[in-house]
Every structure is written in C-alpha cells, then in structure tokens.
C-alpha cells in the first residue's frame, strides 16, 4: 500500500496530464476526420457506377486516394509529412503538431467505412424515393444517411479505437499523451510501473469507447 501511495503522489499528476493531451488528440482529430470522412464516404458512394452523381474518373482518384494514404503506416506516415506539419500549423512537437498526421491517416479511414456503411442501404428503398423524384440531396440526409446510422456509430467506434493507438504512437516524437509518457518514462528510464499504468489506462479507454458505440448502436437499431 505505502508504494502504490507513493506511486500515486508522485505520478498522478503526470498521469493525468497524459490522459487530458491524449483525449484531446483524440476528439479533435475525430471531429475534423469525421467532417472530411464522412462526405469523402458520400462520394464514394454516388459516384460509383449507377449512382446518382455517377462519375468514373472522380470516383477512380477518390478511391486511389484513399488507397494509397490507407496503405501507409501511421507512423511512416507520421514521420513522411513532417516538413508539411511544420508548414501548416508551424510544429511538429505536441497536441497540435500531431493533429495534421491524425487527420490525414484517420479521415480516409472514415471515409471508406462510411462508403461500406452506405452500401449496406437497401438499394430499394433509395430507388423508391429517386422515382417520386426526391433530391439526391434530401435521400442522402433523410434514407441514406438515416438508413445507415447504428453501422455509421460502429464505424466512427472502430476510427475512435484506431485513433487512440495512433495517438499513443504520435509520443515518438514528442506529441506527448499516453504514449509519450510511455516512451520517456516507461521505456527510456525504465520506469515499469508507469508502463504498466499506461498500459491499463489505454485499455480503460478503448473498452469504454467500444462499449458506448455498441451502446449507441444498439440504440439507434431499436428507432
């Protein structure tokens, strides 16, 4: 008890710094990957052949796109575009040096599980509502967009997940969070019971983020 004490006193507050920078990686990068994601997802969608914005060379550079930033590990892809992190947002280091790798690797991730979360519609019910002539627009919001919720939830579920281990590999160059702690404590000093709390606190964080989606989703099937 008196080293657990200890431990508490004398890392709780390192700790708890970690977390904050790392939830903050993570719900920022979230929302401006979701904000790009998700209309890249639409296009992929309705571009393809026989949809209703159908268009063979937007969809072949969409999906290529795609492909080849998907294709990169995130930490290749972290340490590739370094120059242009710097050029952007004048970093490299920190929560928001780290925010412009996160994006890039996470926003083609939502994109291609929302084009197979769009898939998924009955291709019935969208052709009812193209031939009482309803616009594309409004049977994106009102069927697709609606029709595909409980799987869009999983899908932003799985992105979440994935964007927490990314985070925890952003400490490799200083962009602090869990991982950071992990790497300058836990591996560099040999600190082992800090490896192990971040360790468990990274497991805390994804069981609970899978548990609310499948809790959302769940829901949402029920509506």
């Avoid at 949809?51 to 930033?69: F, G, M, R």
């Avoid at 490799?172 to 192990?196: I, N, P, Q, S, T």
């Avoid at 069981?207 to 829901?219: C, E």
Wanted: proline share 3%; aromatic share 10%; no cysteine.
């Amino acid at each position: 008890m008196g080293r657990f004490n200890t431990f508490i006193e004398q890392w709780l507050p390192v700790i708890g710094t970690a977390v904050l920078e790392t939830a903050q990686m993570v719900l920022i990068s979230l929302a401006i990957s979701a904000v790009l994601g998700i209309p890249l997802g639409i296009l992929l969608v309705l571009t393809r052949r026989g949809q209703a914005w159908e268009n063979k060379w937007v969809y072949q550079i969409l999906n290529l796109l795609v492909n080849i930033i998907r294709s990169i590990p995130f930490i290749i892809l972290l340490f590739f575009i370094l120059p242009f992190t710097k050029l952007l947002v004048g970093t490299t280091i920190g929560v928001q040096g780290v925010i412009v790798p996160l994006v890039i690797y996470t926003a083609p991730y939502i994109a291609r599980l929302m084009e197979s979360s769009l898939l998924e519609v009955d291709s019935g019910v969208r052709e009812a509502y193209e031939a009482m002539g309803i616009k594309t627009r409004h049977i994106i919001w009102n069927v697709l967009l609606r029709e595909a919720r409980p799987s869009i939830v999983l899908g932003l579920t799985i992105a979440t997940v994935g964007l927490i281990g990314a985070t925890a590999m952003a400490g490799l160059v200083g962009a602090g969070g869990l991982g950071d702690l992990a790497y300058r404590y836990g591996h560099l000093r040999y600190e082992v019971d800090v490896m192990y709390a971040t360790v468990f606190i990274l497991i805390i964080l994804v069981q609970g983020v899978q548990s609310l989606g499948n809790y959302f989703s769940a829901r949402l099937k029920k509506d």
